[in-house]
């Protein structure tokens, strides 16, 4: 057995089973719920378990399934079903768009315009373009996480290929002006490539690529209670975009590979369940939010909201500092009590830095290690907050009695 | 006296010049050297950054494609458009 293995293994005995569990951090993934899991089966061991792109009546089944999740979600983003790329990931998607893009249009101009709290799979793949000869300039965001328009009109010019603004930051919930920054980079440039990453805000906040202007936008399935392996990148006609990946058969031009079917019946049910009901389901996750949040901040001393109040914030998300309390701490504390949350994003949180995204805001990098996410979904109920704000106190003031931090500020007073 | 350089392309993501730049002039009231290539980041930009700081921007050098500005102290009164 290696080492992580034998570590993970001894890790999950110690845990065990906690007596209630809550499971909040949907931000890195999540389960899937069983009228999803009903569609999808199918398509593992009954039909459609062929290639799409073989003819044979498994292929088939398989291309009828690909093609019906195809047309639905172009339509729920007011796309056309030819403008839909499926890739395995939210990532992918993000990098084909970053990657091919800029590769596709670089006759027009080497700079690259980023909002400086992207996610890590559009700011590295924009850095690693450097070796190509561009350069990926960062707008600097207020504290609320807000692009400053300003700077960003003052950025465009002749030279710039392609501005990535992600529509709901994924950390911290803010929801851009993405209208606004669109008009800005049209006048000023026309040829200039627009992608947004609407990741975090799919089926919480209503979607059309035609009043929002970009030419790329991309999904993905596990963030909105679908299963992983399956995303989308919505890539307008007419816009010049290059393979980033290699091989053969694939009813996707532009990402090659099995297609997983399953998923992206996942994928297909996830969102149509969503979209349906997103008006209700979404009225009634920002109450449940407000009352984490205002819980939150009212019982515990020390405690920050990161990220907008109110409209400006994307009902589902709640981003909170806790001083003198270390982040990653605070999720094992909170597990071994059955709530399941992380600190920051997955990429921050393996790699121990503070999260770029609240640096970006202003937060000192105390404040940013000590941060917890929340994702807040349909199926939470006000007793799974209550619990939440039964026990996150009592999880903090054990951690503040352990902390080193709080020792040096009783000293330093 | 601080400097920093906007010409330089970082390979991370909390450490792009313009972000250094920012959290300077929110977190200090000192004067501070920028050097840009205005064909990457315009002295516009700088300009529209040092203003929501309360600061003024002056060109100190011009050569080639690399000018160097120095970011004021804090000014009191700027008017907002001016």
């Known amino acids: ?413 | 006296m601080e400097i920093i350089d906007l010409r330089r392309q970082p390979k991370g993501c909390t450490s792009h010049p313009l972000i250094r730049l920012k959290r300077f002039l929110e977190n200090n009231d000192a004067e501070v050297m920028v050097i840009t290539d205005p064909e990457i980041i315009p002295i516009k930009t700088i300009e529209i950054i040092a203003r929501k700081y309360e600061r003024m921007i002056e060109t100190i050098d011009e050569i080639n494609n690399t000018v160097t500005i120095l970011i004021t102290r804090r000014c009191q009164g700027i008017e907002q458009g001016s």
């Not at chain 1, 890195?28 to 039909?47: C, I, R």
């Not at chain 1, 692009?147 to 992600?166: A, F, G, R």
């Not at chain 1, 980033?244 to 149509?272: C, D, M």
């Open chain 1, 1 to 413: 057995m290696s080492r992580d293995l034998e570590r993970v293994k001894n890790l999950l005995k110690a845990h065990g089973k906690p007596p209630r569990e809550v499971y909040f951090d949907l931000e890195n993934s999540g389960w899937v719920p069983d009228e999803v899991l009903k569609a999808m089966l199918p398509y593992f061991n009954v039909k459609g378990y062929g290639h799409p792109s073989i003819t044979n009546k498994p292929g088939w089944e398989a291309l009828e399934a690909l093609l019906e999740a195809q047309e639905y979600i172009a339509s729920s983003i007011g796309a056309n079903s030819s403008e839909i790329v499926f890739t395995h990931s939210g990532t992918e998607a993000n990098n084909l768009a970053i990657i091919g893009a800029s590769l596709a249009n670089k006759t027009r101009g080497r700079k690259i315009v980023v909002s400086s709290i992207e996610h890590y799979s559009v700011m590295l793949p924009a850095n690693e373009l450097a070796e190509h000869g561009f350069r990926t300039i960062q707008i600097p965001v207020d504290k609320d996480g807000r692009i400053d328009t300003d700077v960003l009109s003052s950025l465009i010019d002749k030279e710039t290929v392609l501005v990535s603004i992600q529509m709901v930051n994924h950390e911290i919930g803010t929801i851009q002006p993405l209208r606004e920054a669109v008009e800005i980079i049209r006048d000023k440039n026309p040829n200039t490539v627009i992608h947004t990453d609407a990741i975090d805000a799919y089926t919480r906040i209503p979607i059309n690529v035609e009043k929002i202007d970009v030419d790329l936008l991309s999904i993905s399935s596990h963030k909105i209670l679908g299963p992983k392996g399956a995303a989308a990148l919505f890539v307008r006609e007419g816009t010049k975009i290059k393979k980033i990946v290699y091989g053969a058969l694939s009813t996707q031009k532009l990402w090659p590979g099995v297609e997983n079917i399953p998923a992206i019946v996942g994928f297909h049910e996830a969102a149509r369940i969503a979209i349906e009901g997103m008006n209700k389901y979404m009225s009634y996750v920002t109450t449940l939010r407000d009352s984490l949040i205002n819980g939150i901040l009212g019982s515990i001393d020390g405690a920050i909201l990161n990220g907008p109040r109110g409209r400006d914030r994307v009902p589902d998300n709640v981003n909170i500092s806790f001083l003198y309390v270390e982040g990653e701490a605070l999720t094992v504390e909170l597990s071994l009590r059955g709530i399941y949350v992380s600190s920051g994003s997955a990429c921050t949180s393996r790699v121990l830095e503070p999260s770029h995204v609240l640096l970006a805001i202003g937060r000192k990098y105390e404040e940013a290690h000590g941060s917890i996410l929340f994702k807040i979904t349909r199926y939470h109920s006000f007793a799974d907050i209550d619990y939440v704000l039964q026990q996150l106190p009592v999880a903090v003031e054990r951690l503040r009695r352990l902390s080193p931090l709080i020792s040096k500020k009783n000293t330093d007073n």
